[in-house]
């Protein structure tokens, strides 16, 4: 089950300055010949910082293009700078850097004087800098459990009682089925198999030939979520026949999906699903990763056989609880 100690937070880049200094507009992108430059207050993460008892605490940066501009820096991201206010170097690895669709993720170390309240630190590009920081330095000294809770969202470990995630919007579980098929309403139960707590089960029948299928799912948030930062998606589960995983995407007129799909085990298994681990297009609303990803709506387990599917401790590595508010 999942550490009851919560380290959820991640920190918004609302660019809120509370001066200006010589040259910048408060609150904006700082721009000379190939220099951008934004500062970043630490004020939302204080309770983190209080609560993890003055230890390093490691926050994920969401930059795009309304306070970075990706045409005055290197395509990778390889000429960032970020440091103190006094130009001293943070530790901070860049987690993905997309310059052509205009945003980034990076993971930036705060320790120190920044987990004060009021502390600012600031990006910027400069590749003629030479203070550059130690990527490897970011996660030293600092526990996995923290490092999962800082790099991952929670979608669900069914451990509140409820058929509702633990996303932002709290939203909850519903069923579909199609043609003849049959499912039970999802229910709580002991997980049970060597895991302790509870998960959560439907027991279904859909028989082939394809497309008889019964469908678990959710809804992400309020709005299309980019998932171009996504490690991958990690649950367990267990149960009878082929599961599959979709990550659902507007569009007009019919739904569009990637998926992918996996025989269940009567036992307890740990699913890892990359990026690159998704069906190719094809037919069936299939548009696969690249066509998909940048604008997700909902979450979705399908199954097609006979049988019960139990699942337990869902997670999106890489992405941050800001990406679904």
């Known amino acids: 089950m999942t550490s009851a100690r919560r380290f959820g937070w991640s920190l918004a880049t609302a660019l809120l300055v509370a001066s200006c200094d010589a040259g910048r507009t408060a609150g904006g992108t700082v721009e000379t010949e190939n220099v951008s430059e934004f500062v970043v207050s630490v004020d939302s993460i204080a309770p983190l910082a209080r609560y993890s008892g003055g230890h390093p605490v490691v926050a994920t940066v969401r930059m795009d293009s309304t306070h970075f501009d990706f045409d005055h820096t290197a395509s990778d991201g390889r000429d960032l700078v970020v440091e103190k206010m006094d130009g001293t170097p943070i530790p901070f690895a860049i987690h993905r850097w997309e310059a052509k669709e205009r945003w980034a993720r990076i993971q ?17 590009s400069d590749l003629s800098s030479r203070k550059r920081s130690d990527s490897a330095a970011v996660w030293r000294w600092i526990p996995e459990v923290w490092r999962v809770e800082w790099t991952s969202v929670l979608v669900d470990d069914f451990e509140r009682g409820v058929t509702r995630t633990r996303l932002p919007i709290d939203s909850a579980w519903y069923t579909i089925k199609v043609d003849s098929a049959r499912i039970t309403n999802p229910v709580l139960v002991a997980a049970g198999g060597g895991r302790t707590g509870t998960a959560l089960r439907f027991d279904y029948h859909a028989p082939p030939p394809w ?3 019964v469908l678990m799912g959710t809804t992400l948030a309020h709005h299309p979520v980019n998932f171009g930062s996504l490690d991958s998606i990690v649950f367990w589960a267990k149960g009878n026949g082929v599961l599959s995983v979709s990550l659902d995407h507007p569009q007009e007129g019919r739904g569009s999906k990637t998926w992918m799909h996996n025989t269940l085990d009567s036992t307890w298994k740990r699913w890892r699903v990359r990026p690159q681990d998704f069906d190719p297009p094809g037919s069936g609303g299939n548009l696969g990763w690249a066509s998909v990803h940048d604008s997700v709506t909902t979450l979705s387990f399908f199954a097609s056989g006979s049988g019960m599917v139990m699942l337990d401790d869902i997670r999106f590595f890489g992405m941050s609880q800001d990406d679904f508010r």
């Open 108 to 124: 930036v170390r705060l320790d120190g004087d920044l987990l004060r309240r009021g502390a600012r630190f600031r990006l910027r």
């Open 211 to 213: 497309p008889v299928y």
